[in-house]
């Protein structure tokens, strides 16, 4: 098979421990050297916790894998120091077509509307996101373990022992706290007896990586019953480096190591490209849909998190996404937790928040499963109508569904955002992932989320900062010094000088996006959430919403 990617191997060091008699203790211990593991690393760094992450492996994932990376988990990225070169090596898309046998029946835009910083989706294949996430993380100062294998883990009320396994022999460790991102199979969860619950449904896809010069746009296309694959379903993405990634249905009654040979895939390739298109494959895979989710993601000092507490099925690009997502809301709790500024119970609010982050991608992906691969006679009769009539009737297309794509969950029912009091439109309720903007600042041109994220902060919004009240600039400098500090940012319609760091409203799509006036002012919590927001705030309201979104609920 060709190969447009070097894996290289990561250096494999004999601990320290090995030589010692004692187990080293550790702030913060994190398994599995994936994208949520490294996500998780490089925010806890950015947050100042020492990081040991551990992995079993020395190398980087191989395949495409989690190939499509949302808007949201870009501007994770973004603010990990690692979103640039994800963006500048991928292939960025925003429109999907889905045919029906020759037609196409329905299309939609991710970003239909101009003035985000990243577009809706970004395809890259696994391997490179890995690359950059582990020199990002390399520099950020996390200490990063290859061929190290946890083999065993022993709970206490405060820590967690692990026992690893190396190449020259086996040592002991323990953590004041736990994550762990060691996949869907996560050895972790089977060693505590931890049970996962769902539906794994009787399909089958296989995976196919296939080099090729081709014209495609940069666009997701799938099929139901092409004529190159009758009866069953068929999905297409652009990939860098000329690589196009192609899933085809099976079905369940296959053998996934006789599909896996190429004798068997490149016929499927050539029906469906022609024989005249030259092309080489780079990787080929089975898989099977899954959508389960654990109970609990928080289980004493031990933090599940990404396909250790979660799975679905591939289509809607939700594994990945919501698994970094889960890192960029649990970092910020544990910082709080560990530096002694919020209660233990603000852990809680991770399995509550995630959970039904979870919750809503396993229903969507359940759901886009049961239309892609109807079981029944009566279910594809259904499926198929819908398809037809989909050409004509715009109430059809609402319910074609070839896969609902990862969208970030709104956390309205969050027992930490504080409830309006006012009278607002638009999406930014509390609970909300805020939306992005074009903006200026010092003159030059800017985004309103990178002004934002890993930190409390209180976006106020007026027509010029210059007239701002010099009481309330003093209060909100004030708030910058608090014990959990809240950094004021002025949201301006014009420049204008002022003692709080200030950007420009530069074509008015911040004030719109957030149905604002002068005064507004939005409190946004670390990981980008609305936590509240007020027409006429007052320090102490913003003290007591910073308090109720950190679980701090005796000081509200």
């Known amino acids: 098979m060709h190969q447009t990617y070097t894996y290289r191997k990561f250096p494999y060091a004999p601990p320290p421990e090995l030589k010692e008699s004692g187990a ?18 490089i925010d806890a760094r950015q947050h100042g916790i020492p990081v040991l992450l551990l992995d079993d492996d020395d190398t980087v994932s191989v395949g495409s894998r989690g190939l499509c990376y949302a808007k949201r988990t870009l501007d994770v990225l973004d603010r990990l120091g690692c979103g640039d070169p994800v963006v500048a090596k991928g292939v960025g898309w925003d429109v999907g077509r889905t045919f029906f046998r020759n037609d196409e029946v329905f299309n939609f835009n991710l970003r239909p509307q101009p003035g985000f910083k990243r577009p809706g989706m970004v395809n890259l294949q696994q391997y490179y996101l890995e690359d950059y996430m582990v020199q990002r993380a390399l520099d950020a100062g996390v200490q990063i373990r290859w061929k190290h294998k946890v083999v065993a883990v022993q709970p206490h009320d405060d820590h967690a022992g692990l026992q690893v396994e190396t190449p020259d022999g086996s040592y002991a460790v323990e953590a004041d706290w736990l ?90 390739i050539k029906a469906m490209l022609g024989d005249d298109r030259e ?32 799975q679905v099925s591939p289509f809607g ?44 991608n396993i229903l969507n992906s359940t759901r886009s499963t049961d239309f892609i691969t109807p079981k029944g006679a009566v279910s594809k009769t259904f499926r198929n ?36 009091c006012e009278r607002f439109e638009g999406d930014m309720v509390p609970g909300a992932p ?37 009481a309330m600039q003093w209060q909100l400098l004030g708030l910058a010094e608090a014990a959990i500090p809240v950094e004021p940012l002025v949201v301006a319609r014009r420049a ?61």
């Open 24 to 41: 080293r203790r550790h702030p913060l211990v994190i398994v599995g050297c994936g994208p949520v593991g490294l996500a998780a690393a």
């Open 496 to 556: 204008g000088k002022c003692s709080l760091k200030c950007v420009v409203d530069s074509e008015g799509l911040a004030f719109k996006r957030y149905d604002a006036r002068p005064g507004t002012l939005y409190l946004l919590r670390p990981d980008q959430h609305v936590a509240a927001r007020w027409r006429e705030p007052e320090v102490s309201r913003i003290v007591a919403a910073v308090a109720r979104a950190t679980a701090n609920f005796d000081q509200e």
């Open 179 to 268: 994550i762990v991102c060691d996949g869907a199979r996560s050895p972790i969860r089977t060693m505590l007896g931890l049970d996962i619950d769902g539906k794994i449904f009787q399909d089958r896809f296989l995976i196919a990586d296939v080099v090729m010069k081709a014209d495609f746009p940069a666009e997701r296309w799938f099929w139901f019953d092409p004529p190159f694959h009758p009866n069953q379903s068929v999905l297409l993405h652009r990939e860098a480096d000329d690589v196009y990634r192609i899933d085809f249905q099976l079905g369940w009654d296959v053998d996934p190591e006789e599909e896996k040979k190429p004798e068997k895939v490149i016929p499927r």
């Open 385 to 420: 109508a819908v398809l037809e009539l989909s050409r004509e009737l715009p109430f059809a297309r609402k319910l074609v569904n070839s896969g609902r794509l990862s969208v970030p969950s709104f956390l309205t029912a969050s027992p930490l955002n504080t409830p309006d």
């Open 317 to 360: 690009a939700r594994g990945a996404n919501s698994g970094v997502q889960d890192a960029d809301n649990l970092v910020w709790k544990l910082k709080l937790v560990m530096d002694g500024r919020a209660p233990l119970h603000l852990l809680d609010t991770y399995t509550a928040e995630r959970g039904f982050a979870a919750d809503e």
């Open 434 to 470: 805020m939306d992005d903007a074009p903006v200026e600042r010092d003159g030059a041109p800017a985004w309103l989320i990178d002004q934002t994220g890993g930190r409390f902060q209180a976006l106020l919004f007026c027509d010029d900062p210059s007239e701002l009240d010099d």
């Open 279 to 310: 092309f080489t494959l780079e990787w080929v895979s089975v898989y099977t849909f899954q959508c389960r989710r654990m109970n609990d993601f928080r289980h004493g000092r031990c933090l599940f998190a990404g396909d250790a507490a979660h």
